[in-house]
């Protein structure tokens, strides 16, 4: 049986106007249309593409309706195109091969992107989580090239909104604007001296809260996220004794004896075992802050970025 327009069939007809996305056929029933050109039968061409045949009679019916003409006469024999469906045929096949040019370069775009990762992390969770964190990335995309930007929380930012880096982990009260975060995990504060520190010596041996804020101490540079939360937890701190830019120098100065510290716990296991470092109880504060990914807004984090954030917070 042949039809000239499917209008005269089903009293319908394609309505002329609204976007591109109403007026032309979407890309899986464009393939079943070559699939049918192909194969000659409308039942070969849904197993083809893994449909029932229901479901791609439904959809060249569909874009017969959208089209206002009649594509394909069935029959028992198979399914035959009709002139009107050659010719549609053709422009499908021109459009299928542009979605398929479409699909490679983004795929491209993709292999690019997967290709590396650039991550700025805090000092804290640089040197003693990030690196078994990457370890197991490793095994996920042993092709991904890995670079890393160690600085304080304020630095870290900064590269994250500068497009800088992919992927960011601060230690900081708060997260600076223009920055979405996600928790990964909370870290604890610790009072340390060196043994022979007058603190480590008292009978007593914790300090108040008034005290620590009152008392120079061996600290990170301004920026850093032990310093932020310190500072916010206590109200305020006394002038530093000693600013220095990372912690296996606080760490140091600390055993030398040369004042107090406060460190995150994950950066003091060798030294608390070893008593070269010991530590001094706080009353009064609660010194703890929670570690978190950041990304600027509206972007969150994809291919390799995302699987790391995905094994942060396995």
Do not use: C
Not at 276 to 287: F, S
Request: zero cysteines; glycine letters at 10%.
């Amino acid at each position: 049986m042949s039809r000239d327009a499917v209008g005269r069939d089903e009293g319908t007809s394609a309505v002329p106007g609204g976007g591109l996305a109403h007026r032309v056929p979407e890309l899986g029933a464009l393939e079943l249309l070559l699939a049918v050109a192909r194969l000659g039968s409308l039942g070969r061409a849904a197993r083809e593409l893994g449909i029932t045949q229901p479901a791609a009679s439904s959809r060249i019916r569909s874009m017969e309706r959208q089209l206002g003409v009649a594509l394909v006469d069935r029959s028992p024999r198979g399914s035959r195109l009709t002139d009107a469906g050659a010719l549609v045929t053709d422009w499908a096949r021109r459009v299928v091969e542009a979605a398929e040019a479409f699909d490679a370069g983004a795929q491209a775009l993709r292999d690019r992107r997967d290709s590396r990762l650039r991550v700025a992390a805090s000092m804290t969770i640089a040197e003693y989580l990030l690196p078994g964190w990457l370890i197991a990335l490793r095994g996920q995309r042993p092709d991904t090239a890995v670079s890393l930007i160690a600085g304080n929380s304020t630095v870290v930012a900064e590269r994250v909104l500068s497009g800088e880096a992919d992927l960011g982990f601060v230690e900081g009260v708060s997260v600076a604007g223009g920055l979405d975060s996600v928790v990964i995990a909370h870290d604890r504060l610790i009072v340390v001296t060196a043994p022979g520190h007058a603190w480590a010596r008292r009978r007593t041996l914790s300090v108040t809260a008034g005290e620590l804020g009152a008392t120079p101490l061996i600290l990170r540079e301004k920026g850093s996220g032990t310093r932020q939360v310190l500072d916010e937890a206590l109200g305020g701190l006394a002038r530093p004794l000693i600013e220095l830019s990372s912690t296996t120098a606080v760490k140091a100065s600390a055993a030398s004896g040369a004042g107090p510290a406060v460190l995150s716990e994950l950066a003091l296991g060798e030294e608390l075992s070893a008593r070269r470092l010991v530590e001094i109880p706080v009353e009064g504060v609660r010194l703890s802050r929670a570690l978190r990914a950041v990304w600027p807004v509206g972007h969150r984090p994809a291919g390799p970025a995302r699987d790391l954030l995905a094994l942060t917070r396995s």
